[in-house]
C-alpha cells in the first residue's frame, strides 16, 4: 500500500527565515512525488513535481530513495506563502492515482 | 493551464434527499477523473476514479450506491450523493488528468455539501 506521511501539521516562521516541511513515503515501485499548495480560500493546485526538478516560487524539493522522503525546502519564506501544502504520491502501481499526506499549515508570520 | 470546474460551490440539502455535484473538464477532455473527500483540517480522501464510459472505481469503505458517479462524456462527471444524512457534510472536491500531460491532475474549486 502507498502511504505519504507529513509530520508537521503546523510551521510557523518568520518571514526571511527558512522553512522545510517534511514528507515521507512509502511505495513498492518507482513513485512520482509532487507538492500541492492550497492558498486560503483557492483550490488545490500543483507546486512542483520531482521528475521537473525545477524551482517554482523559491521552492525546491528531492527526491531522496534512499530515505523515502521528499522534502519542500524555500530559503527565505515570505508571507505570501502562507498556505496549506500537500505531499503527494502517485504510482503505475497504484494505477497513477493520487495518494495525499496529512498536509502542512505554513503560517510565516511578519 | 487546464481548467477544472465544479458546481454547485455550495449546497445545502435536507436529510434523505439526493444532491448532484458536477464536475468539468472546460478546456481539455478527461478520460479520467477523481473525487475526493476532505473534512475540515484534514487531508484529501479519494473516493473513487470515474472514467468515461465505464463504472466508477471505488476505493475501499465508500459505498458506491451512496455516492453514485457518472461520467457520460469526456468533459462532465458527476457526484450524487443519495439519502443524505448530516455526517456527509463535508467539502467534495474533484480532478481530471489531462490527456499526455505526464499525469498532470487539476483540481476543481470543491463543493461544499450541508446536510441538514
Known amino acids: 500500500a502507498q502511504r505519504v506521511t507529513q509530520p508537521e501539521k503546523l510551521l510557523s516562521v518568520f518571514k526571511g527565515a527558512p522553512v522545510e516541511l517534511k514528507c515521507n513515503y512509502s511505495?513498492?515501485?518507482?513513485?512520482?512525488l509532487f507538492w500541492y499548495v492550497q492558498y486560503s480560500r483557492q483550490r488545490l493546485q500543483l507546486l512542483l513535481r520531482?521528475?521537473s526538478r525545477e524551482s517554482i516560487k523559491g521552492f525546491t524539493a528531492d527526491l531522496n530513495k534512499g530515505e523515502t522522503s521528499f522534502h519542500l525546502k524555500k530559503p527565505f519564506a515570505q508571507e505570501e506563502d502562507s498556505a496549506m501544502y500537500y505531499c503527494a504520491l502517485s504510482g503505475r502501481a497504484a494505477g497513477n492515482k493520487l495518494t495525499f499526506g496529512g498536509g502542512t499549515r505554513v503560517l510565516v508570520k511578519p | 493551464g487546464a481548467v477544472v470546474s465544479q458546481h454547485p460551490s455550495r449546497v445545502i440539502c435536507k436529510s434523505g434527499t439526493s444532491v448532484k455535484i458536477e464536475c468539468r473538464s472546460l478546456d481539455f477532455q478527461a478520460t479520467t477523473m477523481f473525487w475526493y473527500r476532505q473534512f475540515p483540517k484534514q487531508s484529501l480522501m479519494l473516493m473513487a476514479t470515474s472514467n468515461e464510459g465505464s463504472k466508477a472505481t471505488y476505493e475501499q469503505g465508500v459505498e458506491k450506491d451512496k455516492f453514485l458517479i457518472n461520467h457520460a462524456s469526456l468533459t462532465l462527471s458527476t457526484l450524487t450523493v443519495t439519502s443524505a444524512h448530516p455526517e456527509d457534510s463535508s467539502f467534495y472536491i474533484c480532478?481530471?488528468?489531462?490527456?499526455?500531460?505526464?499525469?498532470?491532475?487539476?483540481f476543481g474549486e470543491g463543493s461544499w455539501l450541508t446536510v441538514v
Open positions: 520531482h521528475i
Open positions: 511505495y513498492s515501485g518507482s513513485p512520482e
Open positions: 480532478s481530471a488528468s489531462v490527456p499526455g500531460g505526464g499525469n498532470t491532475i487539476y
